[in-house]
């Protein structure tokens, strides 16, 4: 099971983050949303009540994924759930929602690429932007502005 919706002190806390800049802040986010940080492949934090892992994708345009990881996902590593936290110059807009089967699933590759990418040496960076407008199309958990 994963987030249905936020509280307040969530949204407040989300509302209070500076989202701006390359990578990380993956701790901001964990404390705002009042998750415990979990340093695992594929996994940015854990909810410590539900137990539930989430990978974290900070963005405000495309967000790129390694197709060859994905690719080589096991069963339950594709019941991980993703959210998507969207920022514009830095101030959060939105949350939203899948699992790594929901990122595969908007990708919308046929078997034969995908076998091609599993089959991609490590390393080859063969990558997909998956678009902002795709990203809107999961779970919407809260939307500001």
Same mark, same amino acid.
């Given at each position: 099971m994963s987030i249905k919706t936020l509280n307040q002190q969530q949204i407040i806390n989300l509302l209070g983050l500076n989202l701006a800049g390359k990578g990380g802040k993956e701790?901001? =986010?964990a404390e +705002? #949303? /009042?998750h415990e940080r979990n340093h695992q492949p594929l996994v940015d934090a854990q909810c410590p009540l539900s137990g539930v892992l989430y990978e974290y994708k900070k963005q405000s /345009?495309? &967000?790129?994924?390694? #197709?060859? $990881? #994905?690719a080589g996902l096991t069963k339950e590593q594709k019941g991980i759930a993703v959210l998507f936290v969207v920022h514009k110059a830095g101030k959060f807009q939105g949350l939203y929602q899948t699992t *790594? &089967? /929901? %990122? %595969?699933? +908007?990708i919308g590759l046929k078997q034969k690429e995908w076998d091609w +990418? $599993? $089959?991609a040496p490590a390393g080859a960076q063969?990558? *997909?932007a998956l678009k902002l407008? &795709? =990203? &809107?199309n999961f779970?919407? #958990?809260t939307k500001v502005g």
């Open positions: 701790n901001e =986010i +705002a #949303l /009042g /345009g495309c &967000q790129w994924f390694d #197709l060859h $990881k #994905l *790594y &089967q /929901g %990122v %595969v699933n +908007a +990418a $599993k $089959k063969v990558k *997909y407008a &795709q =990203i &809107q779970t919407c #958990l």
